[in-house]
């Protein structure tokens, strides 16, 4: 494991080089599903997180690939840049628990904006111990989105 996350850091510093990103720190600790959290702070990093987080999704991707071709199998890598998804997750959270209270004051359905596979997850799982509610996601990419329905 300590391998791997030697490997997976001296990786992401290699990506944050190319944007002349030198003076960053990256603190690093096991997930809750047994994946490998890369968090990235200091320096000016904003422009690696892009618009609603693509950028920082491009290249968590990016990273997992270089990784998973040099160790030979897969092995899930989230990165995330000075707390960003922690609190993307915390407000997704919030807007799923507003869309269900929406959805029982109207005895109908709630669509939320598009969002991607990951976030439209964290949605769910925000939703599944509320008995009121039901969720499930409608569209095609990029326009698939969650509609939380009353029940």
């Known amino acids: ?3 791997i996350a030697d490997l997976a850091v001296s990786y ?14 990256i603190d ?10 890369l968090d990235v702070n200091g320096g000016d990093l ?14 968590q991707t990016v990273l997992t690939s270089l990784l998973s071709s040099h160790i030979k199998f897969y092995y899930p890598v989230v990165v995330d840049i000075e707390g960003y998804k922690s609190r993307r997750r915390n407000k997704l959270e919030d807007i799923a ?22 976030e439209r997850r964290l949605v769910h799982l925000a939703l599944r111990e509320d ?3 039901v969720t499930h ?14 029940v």
């Not at 693509?54 to 290249?59: F, I, P, Q, S, V």
């Not at 269900?100 to 359905?109: F, I, M, P, T, Y």
């Not at 996601?137 to 009353?150: F, I, L, Q």
């Open 137 to 150: 996601s409608e569209g095609e990419e990029p326009d698939r989105h969650v509609v939380v329905t009353a």
């Open 131 to 133: 008995d009121g509610v």
């Open 97 to 118: 628990r507003s869309a269900a209270e929406r959805a029982k004051r109207r005895h109908g359905k709630v669509s939320l904006a598009p969002m991607n596979a990951y």
């Open 28 to 37: 690093e600790y096991d997930g809750e599903d047994g994946e490998l959290i």
């Open 46 to 59: 904003a422009v690696l997180i892009g618009r609603h987080g693509r950028t920082l999704d491009a290249l």
């Open 1 to 3: 494991m300590d391998k």
């Open 12 to 25: 992401l510093k290699g990506i944050l080089g190319l944007f002349g990103e030198t003076s960053s720190s």
